[in-house]
Nanobody, 115 residues
Framework: QVQVVESGGGLVAPGGSLRLSCAASGFTISNYAIHWYRQGPGREREWVADVVSAGNKYYLDSVKGRFSLSVDKGKNTVYLQMHSLKPEDTAVYYC?????????WGQGTQVTVSS
């Protein structure tokens, strides 16, 4: 059964860091593109970053240089490391994978950036 589970969110002060995890089961994470999205209060869900099966990584312009993706094949997990967090990064963060034209989403993890 395909499943992705996010974790690692929390409350952090502006300028702080968090590392989010997307743990996969039912498939090999390095064989598929993994996408991170976020949805802030009163906002639509937006794409944040991708890591594709070839290892290439792509980022939303507003997070470039602050967020970075990594893959731990042994743990079948993708990490989103976030530095220099800003209040506008406050959102529920989701990871997503599309397998055979079906989207799988986790439950999301809340990130709140506030002093």
């Amino acid at each position: 059964q395909v499943q992705v589970v996010e974790s690692g969110g929390g409350l952090v002060a502006p300028g702080g860091s968090l590392r989010l995890s997307c743990a996969a089961s039912g498939f090999t994470i390095s064989n598929y593109a993994i996408h991170w999205y976020r949805q802030g209060p009163g906002r639509e869900r937006e794409w944040v970053a991708d890591v594709v099966s070839a290892g290439n990584k792509y980022y939303l312009d507003s997070v470039k240089g602050r967020f970075s993706l990594s893959v731990d094949k042994g743990k079948n997990t993708v990490y989103l490391q976030m530095h220099s967090l800003k209040p506008e990064d406050t959102a529920v963060y989701y990871c997503n994978v599309n397998i055979h034209s079906r989207d799988y989403w986790g439950q999301g993890t809340q990130v709140t950036v506030s002093s």
